[in-house]
């Protein structure tokens, strides 16, 4: 038997708010936050329309999602609308996994829990009102009989009121992905909380089948199309075989999750709720005619043998197969503007969060949370084998750059051609003790700083500040806005980040050991492979972080076909900062020979 070590604790509430009093509610709120956190809970679910409106409460924490329940139900509709597109990107990543909500009815709908499932889902949180709890188990509960019976009237108090008559608190539950209550239920008429262990493993182990157990007719307004929001759909079929692809098997993998259930009367509101855009699906998220992407999605997801790859896709599925890579600390949002150019262009852009990343997760706890340049080059490959490619351009800088040329010196077969800012990035391990020009490591500075416990502390509490310091010396010239520091920050909220950001800079100086598993990739490394492909090397003559070349020096490691340029005004960030140069990278390189 393995060892579980993914124990995530969480609360569920059941209580009532203070009545018609907000700020009697919010120091409720906080009392119970405190009570969640003194028994050890991470996460903690409270009853729908708990807090009437936007939390604003929270002083010192982070809205990572914010939804509407798509269709009001019962004497909801006398206050409520209906709900819009960004409620259908329900599930956000979290310090705890990906955490998504539906409310009520939603539950009942499978096109919408499929959509929930689709996001790699972990931990779920359910609002419902208080009708009888299910007490566990994998059968369906069926509310058939109940919902058109006289006895399902009379228990939903319609007669005595016009909302249910269950005094006050309702049911609280928590469910593991095979159907087990896990929490033993308070009396109905009692507050409190229930608190139990989730083994996040568990969703892994539960892979074998998908059980759609909340499914039901629609042939009233659910049966009328509600919500149109157009999203590249992560289901492709083929029209052959009819089987669904690797992607979306991997999306259904994962959806028999935690169900965090309050099943709490809904509570009055003294003001509407706050239902603006999410911060997801602002109006700064152009469409990709316009040239320009504020933000890359939706994403897909696919499983490699170590990680679930988070990536965004788009252009034809029979095109030329650009892999677009990012850096540290960066994201795939350096690639807003390029990938829609290359789309444009009759290529199909793939741009994945790479490990410890974003919503990119290890697969198993047991994983070494490796860095290294041969688990970024490596990844590469098994991204390509999941999504079923034989052959890619690879085009990256930084840490995307180093395992672009890992794949591309070992693996020649899979790579069709390289841009790769800063040249040949492959390390030299047998020189990590070698000094550099001191105006140099000066700028590494952050190498060193992650081999004590005060960096790794200070990269685990304030990421946002060490990027933006990053960022200035990296790039001098690139005036980049604050809300471009924002959504690059958004990848650091990752479970595994400051692990794998340390491993790489540890690793490169020697500190730590390699994952064994890459041992013999290493070896390979050490005889710094030569790269046979097409490549266009590219040095931005404003990076502050490497000095730029003419590329003379590192000619020696390039046999193929080469080119080098210098592109003014560019920092490390070159694909960002100028995005078209990069293109014409990747159309040069397509046509060398």
Request: proline share 7%; aromatic share 10%.
């Amino acid at each position: 038997m393995s060892v579980t070590t993914n124990l995530i604790k969480a609360a569920v509430v059941q209580a009532e708010p203070v009545w018609f009093d907000i700020a009697g509610t919010v120091t409720k709120t906080c009392d119970l936050i405190k009570d969640a956190a003194s028994k050890g809970a991470k996460i903690i679910a409270f009853p729908e329309l708990w807090l009437p409106g936007y939390p604003t409460w929270i002083c010192d924490g982070e809205v990572v999602m914010t939804r509407r329940k798509l269709k009001p139900f019962h004497i909801e509709r006398t206050i409520f609308g209906d709900g819009h597109g960004p409620s259908l990107d329900n599930v956000a990543l979290t310090s705890v996994g990906r955490v998504g909500q539906l409310s009520c009815g939603e539950h009942f709908d499978p096109l919408l829990n499929f959509n929930t499932f689709s996001q790699g889902e972990q931990i779920h949180c359910a609002a419902w009102p208080c009708v009888p709890a299910h007490s566990g188990g994998p059968e369906p509960y069926s509310m058939s009989d109940e919902v058109i019976s006289q006895s399902s009237i009379d228990m939903m108090g319609t007669r005595q009121a016009p909302v249910f008559n269950i005094p006050g608190r309702g049911n609280a539950r928590i469910f593991a992905p095979d159907g087990r209550q896990l929490t033993i239920e308070l009396q109905a008429t009692k507050e409190g909380m229930v608190v139990a262990d989730l083994d996040l493993d568990q969703n892994l182990r539960w892979n074998t089948g998908l059980r759609s157990s909340l499914i039901r007719d629609r042939p009233y307004h659910w049966s009328a199309i509600n919500v149109i929001f157009f999203k590249k759909p992560i289901l492709t079929v083929d029209h052959v075989c009819g089987q669904a692809s690797l992607s979306t098997k991997c999306a259904m993998i994962i959806s028999l999750t935690f169900i965090l259930a309050a099943f709490i009367a809904q509570s009055l509101s003294l003001q509407p709720p706050d239902i603006s855009p999410s911060k997801e699906h602002s109006s700064k998220h152009l469409s990709n005619r316009t040239g320009h992407l504020s933000r890359l999605k939706p994403l897909s997801y696919v499983n490699t043998t170590r990680l679930q790859v988070a990536y965004y896709e788009d252009g034809s599925s029979d095109a030329q197969v650009v892999l677009l890579l990012h850096g540290w600390p960066y994201d795939i949002h350096s690639y807003t503007e390029v990938a829609p150019a290359l789309v444009k262009q009759g290529y199909r852009v793939i741009v994945p969060y790479l490990r410890g990343n974003g919503p990119t997760t290890f697969l198993r706890t047991d994983t070494f949370r490796s860095g290294e340049q041969a688990a970024l080059g490596y990844d590469i490959i098994e991204l390509l084998d999941a999504l079923k490619i034989k052959k890619a351009i690879f085009a990256g800088y930084d840490w995307g750059g180093r395992g672009a040329c890992v794949a591309a010196a070992l693996w020649p077969e899979r790579c069709a051609g390289l841009v790769s800012v800063n040249s040949y990035l492959i390390q030299d391990l047998s020189k990590a003790w070698v000094p550099l020009d001191a105006k140099i490591e000066a700028g590494f500075w952050y190498f060193y700083y992650f081999l004590t416990p005060r960096g790794q502390a200070a990269l685990a509490e304030h990421p946002k500040d060490i990027a933006r310091v990053v960022w200035n010396k990296n790039s001098p010239e690139w005036n980049y806005t604050e809300a471009d520091l924002d959504q690059a920050a958004e990848t650091f909220v990752n479970p595994d980040y400051v692990s794998v950001v340390t491993h790489v800079y540890r690793h490169r100086l020697l500190y730590a050991t390699g994952d064994p598993d890459y041992s013999d990739i290493e070896k390979a490394l050490l005889k710094q492979p030569v790269i046979s492909v097409p490549t266009v090397t590219l040095d931005g003559l404003a990076d502050g972080n490497f000095p730029p070349t003419n590329g003379s020096s590192s000619a020696k490691y390039f046999s193929g076909p080469r080119v080098h340029h210098q592109v003014p005004g560019a920092g490390h960030n070159l694909p960002q900062e100028k995005p078209s140069a990069f293109v014409n990278a990747v159309l040069e390189v397509a046509s060398l020979k």
